[in-house]
């Protein structure tokens, strides 16, 4: 089992002009790592990996789990092993990425973050469901249906990338959330921390898998620019 | 032996404000391919790697094999396994660039080029070896010799990268040659073929190995503009 290479499938890149369809297994998926983030075919909502599990957090606000059979179009994994373990105190995301990214050296290293405890506040957001034709990554965000929360027990998951990565990958934080009692879940807007436990576990290695026998894939003409803007605008 | 991933040491970006020094033996390099291409500790010439064999062309135009424990910044290097092999008739490297991209549509795709025949021009440079403290990759490859040959026996060897992962490596085409002779290499800046194989080999996956535990790494402020302009500039 490998702990020290995030597996990604896919790319934030090919969401962004709409290539929405799913091109792996959630149960291929699941070899490749225990812990991590993701979305469904369809741009179907916000996906929140967990000890082993998948799940969806839907527009609607209910979250299930995921059947292997299931697809997705990006996703990233690893094996959870976090190499740091630390109390947090009453904190906001803004001072908790500022503070994470200078106490554990992050900057230019990946690394996934996770956060077990109790949140003052949660504000999610859930992509809708897409259909085809699809949209562009930003006009099927424009309208998303937000969720919060207080004092909720739960789970935030995620990664930090280094912004050379931005494109492949969202470059910076890009975390989800799922409460323990499967009633508030998605992409993560902002938290404020009444108690909690951090983990991080940094790696060495990415590897990026591309659906490079998707036809849609292979013949779309990608622009960095509209990417970085479209990621910018959608993913934060 | 995996035959369907691309490994990297290393990002071109951090090249870029001059992270020359080793951070992995051409023998540890070795283990994750026998075909590849880099640069040394200190930017010291342009490596060629071929059937499990790493050579260093160097600034003063020689070729010499490269020992295990000598240490790269950058490289990246594959199993040999190619699923195209075509003949290639005359042709200038601007045709067999758009040829290759688009017979072979690698647009989106990660791909290793290899050549191996006889061509009637070649043009190769070579970075000059730099010393510590470090200029950037533009300042110190201002001035690089240039080599050049007419009917010379040898292998064009490189990758090409979907324009996505600019930064990250080299996006688009990015090769090194090597004479039969061992008396000419570097990188690729020109040829014309007069009669040539060509193999491609198509990747699904990219795998980035960062050098976490290098201090000068970690303290970087890398600026993606800045990396996407010096690549363009130096790496063409």
Redesign the interface.
Known sequence: MDTT?IFQHG?L?LLVPGLFDGTITAGELLTHGDTGIGTLDGLNGEVIILDGHAYQAREDGKIREIQPEETLPFASVHFEKPDISAQLALTTQADFEQQVVRDY?L????AAIRVDGTFAKIKTRVAPRQEPPYKTLVAATTTQPEFTGEHVDGTIIGYYA???????TV?GFHLHFLSNDHQLGGHLLGFEVEQATLKVQ???????????DNEA??Q???D?EA?DHAINKAER
């Open positions: 290479t790319t890149g050296r900057t230019n290293v990946f280094p912004h050379l990565f931005q494109g492949a470059g940094h790696f060495a290695d990415f590897h990026v898998h591309l659906p490079i894939y292979l779309e003409q990608f960095n990417i």
